[in-house]
């Protein structure tokens, strides 16, 4: 466990995962299977299966020779996640899976079925460096970086999941980088991911950018190099304070990066992407949630395209902290919307499973409530 206040910026190198197909682009796809003595175009025909079918046993896949899925299956194919635990809630509507990596690091992701849509938060590191005090992920520390496939898998195994229920969703339509770990301090292995989740078959699962949102406690450089990546994701700021001196005991980030810094990079995501910047913002109850804080907030964000999401806290194990009380929340909600700025209060969808936010800890048997 880190030292109050200690961040973990550069993940440890132990349990690198082998790489796996869809850690390779389209061109490197094509050399791999050809260096493999493969003909080239079976590197289309096992991009299909994956994204396109969602069939990831080559033993059922009838378009390759069965000799030439086992070769593929020994080189390309090394197990990407292993279902460790499955519970859920919300009449299963809302199914939080624990899985093992190869190097025995759990990570969790969170399904949840809205009825219009699926959502998927997954996880894009196993444990978490920025030792946010509340965060049961954060608490815990930083294991090491997951890689693009590990990250992907988690969206591809939920979509196949969604595919099979009977009321006729076809794929996960929302993502959002909100499980474990600190998406913008794993970046290259992010925007690996946030492209084969975009990319057409046979590159990558096709999915809209506008459904897809990347969280992040603050790291200035990397929201800045996000904007300029050409995609068209939603960036979500983990802002929980509007002054420095209790952000940086909240988010101990804001000790490199303080509140300033964070909101400018942030307004240059939302102009150069054209996308709306979410707001996040975890109510404690009497540390943040004062009316003169939520004055002081309006202040930060009065005339700027932006959308504020207000989290009751979930409790998690060992916590000094609890969620606000209702009157204070609706105080701290009709202040924000009398200054004119879109707000809403997120429900705690996930909450009896540690499934949500704050909550993933990646643990195999339920915790004592």
């Known amino acids: 466990m880190p030292a109050p206040g200690e961040l973990i910026m550069i993940a440890?190198?132990?349990?690198?995962?082998?790489?796996?197909?869809?850690?390779?682009?389209v061109q490197e796809r094509r050399a791999a299977v050809s260096d493999l003595g493969l003909p080239v175009f079976r590197a289309d025909q096992i991009s299909r299966q994956w994204f396109s079918r969602l069939s990831f046993d080559p033993a059922e896949w009838s378009d390759i020779s069965p000799r030439d899925a086992e070769v593929v299956q020994q080189n390309l194919l090394p197990q990407l996640l292993a279902p460790v635990r499955q519970v859920s809630c919300d009449d299963d509507a809302t199914i939080?899976?624990?899985?093992?990596?190869?190097?025995?690091?759990?990570?969790?992701?969170?399904?949840?079925?809205?009825?219009?849509r699926v959502t998927i938060c997954v996880s894009s590191q196993a444990g978490c460096g920025m030792n946010c005090p509340f965060c049961a992920t954060g608490q815990a520390g930083l294991t090491r970086n997951l890689s693009a496939a590990e990250i992907t898998q988690q969206v591809l195994n939920g979509s196949r999941w969604v595919r099979d229920l009977p009321d006729g969703h076809q794929r996960v339509s929302n993502v959002v980088f909100?499980?474990?770990?600190?998406?913008?301090?794993?970046?290259?292995?992010?925007?690996?991911?946030?492209?084969r989740l975009i990319n057409p078959a046979p590159d990558g699962l096709g999915m809209s950018a506008r459904g897809i949102t990347v969280s992040t406690v603050g790291l200035v450089p990397r929201i800045r190099q996000l904007a300029d990546e050409g995609m068209q994701v939603r960036l979500a700021v983990s802002l929980h304070a509007p002054d420095d001196?209790?952000?940086?005991?909240?988010?101990?980030?804001?000790?490199r990066w303080p509140i300033a810094e964070v909101l400018d990079a942030a307004w240059h995501f939302g102009n150069t992407t054209g996308r709306r910047v979410s707001i996040e913002y975890a109510l404690i109850r009497d540390i943040n949630d004062q009316a003169e804080r939520a004055r002081e907030l309006a202040r930060l964000l009065r005339g700027q395209r932006v959308h504020v999401n207000l989290i009751p806290l979930n409790p998690t194990p060992g916590s000094i902290w609890t969620a606000s009380r209702r009157r204070d929340e609706r105080t701290f909600v009709k202040i924000l919307r009398d200054a004119g700025i879109s707000t809403t209060v997120r429900d705690t969808r996930g909450q009896e499973i540690d499934g949500a936010c704050g909550q993933l800890a990646a643990v195999t048997e339920a915790t004592p409530k």
Do not use: Q
């Open 245 to 255: 001196e209790l952000r940086d005991t909240l988010v101990p980030i804001n000790t």
């Open 12 to 25: 440890p190198r132990r349990g690198k995962p082998p790489k796996h197909f869809i850690d390779l682009d």
């Open 178 to 195: 909100m499980g474990m770990g600190e998406p913008l301090a794993n970046y290259s292995e992010l925007v690996t991911t946030l492209r």
């Open 96 to 116: 939080k899976s624990v899985w093992r990596l190869h190097d025995g690091s759990l990570v969790e992701s969170v399904l949840m079925d809205y009825g219009d």
